[in-house]
């Protein structure tokens, strides 16, 4: 009886053990993007509808910036004035200077994006009384 399980499980790692180059089957592709792609601008939309929310807490806050700081995309300012908007609701000033630390972060090697934004930002800024990173000094530590 051993004798018969060795000999067809020796029988069988050898089957495996064999290259099988000629079996080549093709690989299935498959589209899994039924619906239709969100536009730009409705991009944009839903995110500031996302952080205009009145009753947006701090833990949708962080959970909404920490989503879209993982898309691969640098936030539009119209949805950064929401976010910093919203910290202000929530009177999170540690939140407002993480956000504009996470998008300079985000811009990486392209040093144009965040000066641009933070000019595009800078009403805002003023007007929720902000600073940047930079004001405070803690971008040199």
């Given at each position: 009886?051993?004798?018969?399980?060795?000999?067809?499980?020796?029988?069988?790692?050898r089957?495996?053990?064999?290259?099988?180059?000629?079996?080549?089957?093709?690989?299935?592709?498959?589209?899994?993007?039924?619906?239709?792609?969100?536009?730009?601008?409705?991009?944009?939309?839903?995110?500031?509808?996302?952080f205009?929310?009145?009753?947006?807490?701090?833990?949708?806050?962080?959970?909404?910036?920490?989503?879209?700081?993982?898309?691969?995309?640098?936030?539009?300012?119209?949805?950064?004035?929401?976010?910093?908007?919203?910290?202000?609701?929530?009177?999170?000033?540690?939140?407002?200077?993480?956000?504009?630390?996470?998008?300079?972060?985000?811009?990486?090697?392209?040093?144009?994006?965040?000066?641009y934004?933070?000019?595009?930002?800078?009403?805002?800024?003023?007007?929720?009384?902000?600073s940047?990173?930079?004001?405070l000094?803690?971008?040199?530590?």
């Open positions: 009886m051993f004798r018969a399980v060795f000999r067809l499980s020796a029988s069988g790692a089957s495996l053990a064999r290259s099988r180059s000629c079996y080549s089957a093709p690989l299935a592709s498959r589209c899994y993007s039924h619906g239709r792609a969100e536009t730009e601008e409705e991009f944009d939309s839903r995110w500031v509808t996302y205009s929310k009145p009753d947006l807490d701090a833990w949708e806050l962080k959970k909404g910036m920490n989503t879209l700081i993982g898309y691969d995309l640098v936030p539009e300012a119209k949805i950064l004035d929401s976010a910093l908007r919203a910290c202000r609701r929530l009177n999170d000033l540690a939140s407002a200077i993480r956000i504009l630390e996470a998008v300079k972060n985000k811009a990486g090697p392209h040093k144009d994006i965040y000066p934004l933070i000019q595009e930002l800078k009403p805002t800024l003023s007007e929720l009384g902000i940047t990173p930079e004001e000094g803690i971008d040199k530590i």
